[in-house]
């Protein structure tokens, strides 16, 4: 559903303008029960290439490693995951769930579910580490809960076009034209961040997000703060802490039902800091910070 709100480009450029053409979309395919069936057989045998296969969802792999917990076309999902990506030329994870199994796979993982390439931070997943697509890449991993509509369109663009070979990941596979840069890049609230200055409730219009409410954007790789939400906003800019979802951790254990959000601190330092700062440091930058923040990023809001 996020794909299908995509602006840059949106789903229809996909097809008018890049040539695209959608085989099968749970909201947009017209094939069902028996013409579906054919489609994938098809795709299978290699009468029907299969230039691009978009996954998103976990493997679901329960009960002892059948995959009957979950069923779609008259057989185990994992058999048509397992068929599909070795018949693709390129093979897409799209979400948390499809990159690093997200919430499904959260212990005690229950559905023994995984991502396609990996479990958490663990390479390996349903396909293992070694597995490559025809085109010889490892999945293209764009994880978020939700991935924005356009890195999944920008993705497609570069892969339809014959430029996946050029398109870099990171070491998790994700494309560091997205993912190379911290949800801090970009940030409205950097200011109060440099100066230690702090929000202290949900949607407070200025204040670090990062002191009294847990925001992870110092530590996670995302473009949210860049590649705008609906083109116009992003959680830090609405006032609502990042929860980091495009990490293999996510969901944090900090997140569960009922946590209070803050940073946990020790003496006053955080126990998880941004990369990079070393906690000596961080403690003379915080007391140098907070002698020097000028008036305006006090207004309406509290010093740590």
């Not at 663009?157 to 990941?169: F, K, M, N, S, Y």
């Not at 569960?256 to 998880?272: I, N, S």
């Not at 915080?286 to 309406?300: F, L, S």
């Amino acid at each position: 559903m996020s794909f299908l709100n995509a602006e840059e480009p949106g789903v229809c450029d996909l097809v008018t303008d890049f040539g695209i053409n959608v085989l099968w979309h749970p909201s947009l395919g017209m094939e069902l029960g028996e013409r579906l069936h054919e489609l994938l057989q098809d795709l299978i045998a290699g009468r029907r290439p299969l230039d691009i296969l978009v996954f998103e969802g976990t493997v679901i792999r329960a009960p002892n490693g059948t995959g009957e917990w979950n069923r779609f076309a008259g057989r185990p999902m994992q058999e048509w995951v397992r068929a599909l990506t070795a018949v693709a030329n390129y093979t897409i994870a799209i979400g948390d769930c499809a990159t690093w199994g997200g919430i499904p796979a959260t212990p005690p993982n229950p559905t023994d579910s995984m991502g396609l390439q990996y479990l958490k931070r663990d390479r390996g997943g349903f396909l293992g580490a070694d597995y490559r697509s025809k085109a010889g890449l490892p999945v293209i991993n764009v994880p978020g809960c939700p991935a924005h509509p356009d890195w999944i369109t920008q993705i497609l663009v570069a892969v339809a076009t014959g430029r996946a070979q050029d398109i870099a990941l990171d070491d998790l596979q994700r494309p560091k034209t997205f993912f190379s840069t911290f949800t801090q890049t970009g940030c409205t609230r950097n200011m109060h961040f440099a100066y230690k200055v702090s929000a202290t409730e949900f949607g407070q219009r200025k204040g670090c997000l990062f002191y009294d409410l847990g925001c992870r954007g110092p530590m996670t790789h995302s473009p949210c703060n860049r590649i705008l939400w609906n083109r116009q906003s992003s959680k830090t800019r609405a006032g609502m802490p990042c929860i980091g979802c495009t990490e293999p951790e996510f969901p944090h254990a900090d997140l569960a039902p009922g946590t209070v959000f803050k940073t946990q601190t020790l003496m006053g330092v955080p126990r998880t800091l941004p990369t990079g700062i070393e906690k000596m440091g961080y403690v003379k930058m915080m007391a140098v910070a907070k002698a020097a923040a000028p008036r305006w990023v006090e207004d309406d809001i509290f010093l740590v």
